[in-house]
């Protein structure tokens, strides 16, 4: 179990291999539907619950569990409640603790306005697997900082079986790909499947890394609790 975790670790770090000087337009029409819904976005309040699947040789280990995201854009105050830490960003300072290991504490303060780069640099860990939600939310260029290399675009994909509506998009990363389902009404995301090339990570002893990710929003642009 100790070497199936430490893999995912490793797995997450090595999302950030990007340089952050990025300048170019947003992509595709879908693309830049999705990025002006969330650059529009001035509250938002959302639980995702999560899985990860690990198969190694023999072993499947699957893990479960809700993160609960607020954001508040004139505030710039962000909360993200996750099983592992407890985050919050207020007053230009990002503060974190940690329930892996307790009594760790991290306090460090942040630009202004909140960035998803900066963010990810301070908490490197939030940069593996991805939360596309908060890429969109915070980032100039979030296909660019969820794909981990400038110019990246993202692919637009037919609906998925059982949907006859729901657009998704594909991030294509050197790590793997990140396939998002997109809500036609709101432009919001509503699940997120990020499947990991483990041998390009540097992690051949894992045979698949699989996270999904399934959004409930709570809030859009409504006073939050």
Do not use: C
């Amino acid at each position: 179990m100790t070497h199936r975790l430490l893999a995912v670790t490793v797995l997450a770090l090595a999302w950030l291999s990007a340089p952050l000087a990025w300048a170019d337009p947003p992509g595709p029409e879908l693309e830049g539907q999705v990025q002006q819904a969330y650059q529009q976005t001035q509250q938002y309040q959302a639980t995702l619950t999560f899985q990860t699947q690990i198969e190694q040789g023999r072993w499947t280990t699957t893990r479960q569990g809700d993160v609960r995201v607020a954001f508040d854009r004139p505030g710039q105050r962000l909360m993200v409640d996750h099983p592992d830490f407890y985050l919050v960003v207020a007053d230009g300072k990002l503060r974190l603790r940690s329930d892996q290991a307790p009594g760790r504490y991290v306090e460090t303060a942040l630009p202004s306005p909140l960035t998803y780069e900066a963010i990810i640099q301070a908490v490197p860990p939030l940069a593996g697997p991805p939360m596309p939600d908060l890429a969109f939310l915070l980032s100039d260029h979030p296909v660019w900082a969820m794909a981990g290399q400038p110019s990246a675009r993202a692919a637009v994909l037919p609906p998925a079986e059982g949907s006859s509506t729901a657009p998704r998009l594909q991030i294509q990363a050197d790590q793997g790909t990140v396939s998002l389902s997109i809500d036609p009404q709101t432009k919001l995301v509503t699940q997120a499947v990020s499947q990991l090339d483990t041998t390009a990570m540097g992690a051949a002893s894992v045979d698949a890394v699989t996270f999904s990710m399934n959004y409930q929003v709570q809030k859009h642009n409504e006073p939050l609790d």
